[in-house]
Structures are given as C-alpha cells and as structure tokens.
Antibody, heavy 126, light 109 residues
Framework: QVQLQESGPGLVKPSETLSLTCTVS??????????WSWIRQPPGKGLEWLGY???????NYNASLKSRLSISLDKSKNQFSLRLTSVTAADTAVYYC??????????????????WGKGTTVTVSS | SSELTQDPAVSVALGQTVRMTCQGD??????ASWYQQKPGQAPVLVIY???NRPSGIPDRFSGSSSGNTASLIITGAQAEDEGDYYC????????????FGGGTKLTVL
C-alpha cells in the first residue's frame, strides 16, 4: 500500500524559498507507473496542481509557476521534493504530495490521483 | 482551453439522487476523475477514467461523460456524502498538464 508523508517548515518568509519533501513508502520512486506530484490548496479555496516528475527525470509544471518551481527525486531516500522560490502571501496553502497515474480507456485517456499525503500547511509571513 | 467549470454549490435531500457537472473543452478529449474532500482532510478519489470506482467507494457513486461535460452522480445520497467535490482532467493544450475544476460544495438536507 502506497503511503505519502509531507514534511517541511510551516512558516516561510516572503521572498524566501519554500522547500518540502514527500517521503514515499510501499513503492519505489523509481517505479515508472507513477508521476510524483504536488498539489496545493489555499485557505478556503480549491485545488491547484503544481507539477509532477517521472522516474525518468521528466518534469511538467503548472505554467503559472514554472519560473519559480522545481520538483526533484531522491531515489536513495525514496523521496521527492518541491522547491518554490520567491514566495509571497499568495503561496500560503496546504501542500499535498500525491501519486498521479496515466490511464487509457479507448478511445481516450485520463489522469487520476490515486494516493494523497495528509497535507502540510505552509504560511508565508514575516 | 484548460478550464473546468463546476457549480459552486448543490444540495440534495437525504436518499435522493444528485448530479454534479464539470464542463470544459478538455472533457471532449480526456476523461474526468472526481474527488471528495471533507473539511480538514485530503481529497479522496471517488471516480476515475470516466466511470471507474476505486475499491471502498460505495456503488451509489457513478460517473458519466458526454461532449464537453462530465458528471458525478450520487444515487441515494447519504449524510456522509456531504463535502466538496472536485473534477480533474488532463489539460487540452498539449502540455500534458493536470487541471482541476473549482469544486462543488454538496449539502445533504
């Protein structure tokens, strides 16, 4: 059974870098079936997809955050991480790590998020 | 377009049927998945790939899709079904990105 656990500072100062780690258990991050993903949810608002990284090293980022966001894998620790630079109050949110899966149902395709971490709250404030 | 539009709020009487919709151009090409979220909790997958239910999800949850609209149907809504529901699909722009709808708050009366 795949389980995910986010960790990182709960408070980040404006203009600094937000760094979070997701520890994976039950499967290797080297498993090509999963797209290792980050999603966030600002207080009282909806879900926002941030990006994913595949075991091959290929990444895909939300276009609105692409210049500030990077996702990486640490295969030795079975973790993946998020790094968001130059944060502002608008980056205050619950951040979730998740496993994204790509599926095929002829004649079309789909993505779905199979497993979510519990989420970690990050507040950007001085 | 990469937008998915959901009704902000829907209500249903206990035991009745409710349909929540998700509209967007990407639905024409990629099936939607649906998530239930209760306050203070992470979302939970309830429907994926148009109509598949993960194990543990009651069979009163079902999905359908037609044209640019995906639907999540709850047949015989229960009090525990109250919460926020989000649709999600693949972006239609060719970037292979993920897009979420704005969410629907379901109230069971």
């Amino acid at each position: 059974q795949v389980q995910l656990q986010e960790s990182g500072p709960g408070l980040v100062k404006p203009s600094e870098t937000l760094s979070l780690t997701c520890t994976v258990s039950g499967v290797s991050v080297n498993n090509g079936f999963y797209y290792w993903s980050w999603i966030r949810q600002p207080p009282g608002k909806g879900l926002e997809w941030l990006g994913y990284m595949q075991s091959t090293g290929s990444t895909n980022y939300n276009a609105s955050l692409k210049s500030r966001l990077s996702i990486s894998l640490d295969k030795s620790k079975n973790q993946f991480s998020l790094r968001l630079t130059s944060v502002t109050a608008a980056d205050t949110a619950v951040y979730y790590c998740a496993t994204l899966i790509f599926g095929v149902l002829i004649p079309s395709y789909y993505y779905y998020i199979d497993v979510w971490g519990k989420g970690t709250t990050v507040t950007v404030s001085s | 377009s990469s937008e998915l539009t959901q009704d902000p709020a829907v209500s249903v009487a206990l035991g009745q049927t409710v349909r929540m919709t998700c509209q967007g151009d990407s639905i024409r090409n990629y099936y939607a998945s649906w998530y239930q979220q209760k306050p203070g909790q992470a979302p939970v997958l309830v429907i994926y790939g148009k109509y598949n239910r993960p194990s543990g999800i009651p069979d009163r949850f079902s999905g359908s899709s037609s044209g640019n609209t995906a639907s999540l149907i709850i047949t015989g809504a229960q009090a525990e079904d109250e919460g926020d529901y989000y649709c999600q699909s693949r972006d239609n722009s060719g970037h292979q990105s993920v897009v979420f709808g704005g969410g629907t708050k379901l109230t069971v009366l």
